[in-house]
Each structure stands twice: as structure tokens, then as C-alpha cells.
């Protein structure tokens, strides 16, 4: 699995949309997971669908002429009230040539999960049609990023992204699991800060730069420092259960998807940087992607909600023919 997923906040407005596309190999041949949700309301639009390709080491994927995405552009066409054209200027990629978002565990073989946060920002301009709302947008913030893995997802992870802060060019970006190769198992969170001026602090690895997390249903606090660097990163974060959107995750090779993702578009974040104890930036935005994953998570609360279990994940993908 291939999981491509674009978020754009629109500050002005108060707005959130997110796109995403997973290019899933399955013992029949390739097959996508697609999405689109929007904040605020209910809006959420989920596909299975026959067919998807990815671009070898770029931010490309699509699914025939219903997701076709890149660095640049997103188009999106799952139903009449399902569509996202967005055009991407001045895109802010990650900076850095050896490492990911990742970091060390991307040289790590086999892993269950893999993680890079693409495009820490740019400028973007469009217009969205969801849940019966249309609204154009210019010059709204956009993020991108990418996962990867032999199986899907984790057993079960946490994540979050935000824009909106006062200060424009400021992003923050976290993702955690519990993450696995073979009969080893360890729970890994990595943190991302794009400081305002482009200055870009990676928190996550053992021993030099470690991250705890401490979570609820409703909560994540996060702090991380770098041993060597002597940089420190607190953030905490919250929204309530009953305003998340439940996503997809696909099961590669069942060719389908099943509720996966707790994701709320708009909760509150806030966070502080530190360099050997002074502080040096600190923000909160009120436009927050905050997410916990498991399949038994999202199950459970869609029968809090009391919906099907079964209609997230949309219908199986019709299976190749030959």
C-alpha cells in the first residue's frame, strides 16, 4: 500500500479539505482507496476503485479520472457532490536529501509503516463541492504527505497536521504507531516542525531525539527534545469524538476497505519550540488534522454512533475480469 494524502486549510474561512488516494496491490491486481472530506459540516466521500497507479519517488498517484494528483495539482471526481479541483504555487517541499519523516527507520527493511511528510506548505487555490456545500478558495495552505507499507497499516497509530497558526509559514506534522518487522515490535512517534523563516526541526529517533506520547480518545500530547541539538518540542492537542469523520484504510489483499481512522479536520493544537530552554516560537491553531487509527478504534465507534460497520468501507472493488 501507497497512501497519498493532500489537506488544505483555508484560514480566511475557517475551511478544511482533505483528499486521499491509497494505490493498494492485491493478489488480483492493483485497486484504490479514495477520499474526500471537508470541514465544516458532514461532508465525506469514500470509493473503492478498479484500477491506480503511483509515480516511483514523486508525490503522483492516480485512479483513472476519478483522483488524479501530484506536486502541483489535485483533481478529484468520486460524485456530483464529491469533487476537489486545487492548483498548488510556491510548494514548500521537504528540505532535506538524506532522510524522510522517517528518518532512520526508513533504512530499516520490512517495516510494517513508513512516513514522509512531502509538502510542508504552499499556496493553493481551487474550488471544492462536498456534502452539498460548494466554496472556492485562493491562497489557502497546503500539506501533503506520503505512507507506505507491506500490509496497510499499523495495528494502531496517531497523527496530526496543522496550518493556521498566526504566523503563515508555520507547520507542524506528527505520526506515531506501533510499528513492526518480523517478531520486532516497537512504538515510534516522529515530529516535524517547519518554523516560521523555513528552519526545519525532525524529532523521533531513540536515544538521540526521542518523542513520547501520551493519549486519549480526545487528546494528544506530545514532547520530544534532541539530545544534541538541544532543541524541545511540546504540543497538545484536542477535539471532541462526536465531531471526527471516520476514514478508510484499505485491506490490500482483500481488495476493500474497512473503517480505520478517527479523523477530526478542526481541532485545537497548540505548541511551543524551545532551544536549551529559551523559547523560540510558539502558536496554536483552532484548524488542526488530528487522527487515532486501528481497525478496532474505528469499529467500536462507529457502533457508539450506532452505523454499520460495513458502511465506511464502501463495497468490495469489482474484481478484474481474465
Not at 218 to 241: D, F, M
Amino acid at each position: 500500500m501507497e497512501g497519498y494524502f493532500w489537506r488544505v486549510t483555508d484560514l480566511a474561512s475557517g475551511r478544511v479539505v482533505v483528499a486521499l488516494i491509497g494505490v493498494n496491490q492485491g493478489p488480483e491486481g492493483p485497486w484504490a482507496t479514495l477520499g474526500l472530506a471537508s470541514h465544516p459540516g458532514s461532508g465525506l466521500h469514500v470509493l473503492a476503485h478498479p484500477g491506480a497507479s503511483a509515480v516511483p519517488g514523486r508525490l503522483a498517484a492516480r485512479a483513472g479520472s476519478a483522483f488524479v494528483a501530484d506536486e502541483r495539482q489535485v483533481r478529484v471526481d468520486l460524485a456530483a457532490d464529491a469533487r476537489l479541483d486545487l492548483w498548488i504555487d510556491q510548494p514548500q517541499p521537504w528540505p532535506r536529501r538524506a532522510f524522510g519523516g522517517s528518518s532512520v527507520f526508513q533504512l530499516v527493511p520490512r517495516l510494517n509503516q513508513y512516513w514522509h511528510p512531502w509538502l510542508l506548505g504552499g499556496r493553493a487555490s481551487g474550488a471544492a463541492s462536498i456534502g452539498g456545500q460548494t466554496w472556492t478558495f485562493h491562497d489557502a495552505q497546503v500539506y501533503a504527505e506520503k505512507n507506505w507499507g507491506r500490509e496497510g497499516f499499523p495495528d494502531a497509530w496517531w497523527w496530526g497536521q496543522a496550518h493556521g497558526f498566526e504566523d503563515a509559514d508555520a507547520c507542524v506534522a506528527f505520526a506515531g504507531g506501533e510499528v513492526a518487522a518480523g517478531p520486532i515490535r516497537s512504538r515510534v512517534t516522529a515530529l516535524v516542525v517547519r518554523l516560521p523563516g523555513g528552519r526545519l526541526i525532525r524529532l523521533g529517533n531513540p536515544g538521540t531525539s526521542p518523542v513520547r506520547a501520551r493519549l486519549t480518545p480526545e487528546s494528544w500530547q506530545l514532547a520530544g527534545r534532541s539530545v544534541t541539538q538541544g532543541w524541545s518540542v511540546e504540543l497538545q492537542a484536542e477535539a471532541p469524538l462526536d465531531d471526527a469523520h471516520v476514514l478508510p484504510v484499505p485491506l490490500p489483499r482483500e481488495h476493500n476497505n474497512s473503517a480505520g481512522a478517527i479523523e477530526h479536520l478542526a481541532g485545537r493544537l497548540q505548541l511551543a519550540v524551545r532551544r536549551r530552554g529559551r523559547l523560540v516560537w510558539q502558536g496554536e491553531s483552532r484548524l488542526a488534522g488530528l487522527e487515532h487509527g486501528g481497525l478496532a478504534q474505528a469499529e467500536a465507534e462507529l457502533r457508539r454512533r450506532g452505523v454499520p460497520v460495513g458502511a465506511v468501507g464502501a463495497p468490495p472493488v469489482p474484481r478484474p475480469v481474465g
